[in-house]
Each structure stands twice: as C-alpha cells, then as structure tokens.
C-alpha cells in the first residue's frame, strides 16, 4: 500500500535555529514529490517539486532534498513567519491516473 | 497570486440542508479539478476528480450521491454537501493543476463547513 509519512509530528524551534523535516514514503512507482505550506484556515501553497534521488530544490530559508526512499526539507536560520504545517506528498499512478498522497505534516512553530 | 478561487470560505448551515462551494481557476482552463477534505491536524484526503464535460470520479468510500460535482465550465467546478450533517462538517478545498500532467496543484484557500 502506497504510504507517506512525516515526522516529527510536530516541532518547535527558537529563531536561528536550523532543523530538518522528514518525509518518508513507500509507493509503487513515484511519480514526483511536492512540498506544501499550509497556514491555519488556508490551503496548501505549494513550494517545491523533486522528481528523481538526488535532485535538489532552494527557495530562501528552504531546501528540499530527495533520496530513494525519503525527502528533507532543510530550514536554515527560521523565522516566526516561518511557522505553518509543512505537507509533503506523492504523486503516483493509480487506476490509470496520477493521484497525490499527502502525509499528514509537521506543524512548525518558530519562536522568536 | 492566487490561481485557484474558493468561495465562500466559511459557512454554517442546519442539519438537512444543502451547500454548495465553488472553485475557480483563474487566468487559466482546468478541464481537471479535485475536491480534498481535510479534518483537523489531518492529511488532505481526495475525494474525488472533477472532470469538465463529465461525470466526476470519486474515491473509494466517497458517497457520490452525498457529495454532488459539477464541472460546468473550464474554470469553474462546484461541490455540492447534499442534506448535511454534523458528521460533514470539515475543511474542504479544491485544486487544479496549472500546466500539464507533471505540474503541481494549486489549492484553493479552502471552505470551513460547520453544520449545527
């Protein structure tokens, strides 16, 4: 059964201090990985897509990394505005179309 | 900016009733869109794919007879919560992909359903 799951469920951090998000996933054949932010009441704001291990994905305090079997998304020196819920999802095929599992995220909350 | 609009972004309705939330791309066609649901401190979880020109595709355990799509435009796909009860109350967004079938989705900011 395809799987995505993040850890740490939730993660809190003092200003500056840099951390790593997990995203881990079992599928049948991925067809791209997507890293969402999604602030309380709003829907997910996409920030990155990785398709093959290896590949690597830069957008200010943000990394996103990709190997076989996981993806990091890298938070270096954060900031309060930096606090949300971070989705990582999989895309995959399934029934003869492309579908996304999402995990269920890590809530970050950076303390100033 | 937004590509995808949703409206209303919050509604609360009486048991029995029936409500209907929109989405709408902007700027672009989307002869594809999703309806996600999402419970508090929970994963997106699709329920089902709106098709333009016909009938949406829905995932397994979702009661199509319930949840009503209609995707009567290129930029405008709707939900229907058909004789609503508490138990459907929840966070719903919609999303369409802006290019082709590798690109990424882009929600809506979603709609907050209380049913009382």
């Known amino acids: 059964e395809d799987q995505v799951t993040q850890s740490p469920e939730a993660l809190r951090l003092q200003e500056g201090e840099s951390s790593s998000l997990n995203c881990s996933y079992t599928v049948s054949g991925l067809r791209g990985l997507f890293w969402y932010r999604q602030d309380p009441g709003k829907g997910p704001e996409f920030l990155f897509t990785?398709?093959?291990a290896g590949e690597e994905k830069e957008k200010e305090r943000l990394k996103a990394t990709l190997t076989k079997k996981e993806s990091f998304l890298h938070i270096t020196a954060p900031k309060p505005e930096d606090s949300a819920t971070y989705l990582c999802a999989v895309r995959v095929l399934m029934d003869s179309s492309y579908k996304l599992i999402f995990g269920s995220g890590t809530r970050l909350l950076v303390r100033p | 900016g937004a590509v995808v609009s949703q409206h209303p972004s919050w509604v609360i309705c009486k048991s029995g009733t029936s409500v209907k939330i929109e989405c709408r791309s902007l700027?672009?066609?989307?002869?594809?869109m999703f309806w996600y649901r999402q419970f508090p401190k929970q994963s997106l979880m699709l329920m089902a794919t709106?098709?333009?020109?016909?009938?949406?595709?829905?995932e397994q355990g979702v009661e199509k007879d319930k949840f009503l799509i209609n995707h009567a435009s290129l930029t405008l796909s709707t939900l229907t919560v058909t004789s609503a009860h508490p138990e459907d109350s929840s966070f719903y967004i919609c999303s369409a992909r802006l290019g082709r079938d590798n690109s990424p989705l882009h929600f809506g900011n979603g709609t907050r359903l209380t049913v009382t």
């Open positions: 990785l398709y093959s």
């Open positions: 709106s098709n333009e020109g016909s009938k949406a595709t829905y």
């Open positions: 700027d672009f066609q989307a002869t594809t």
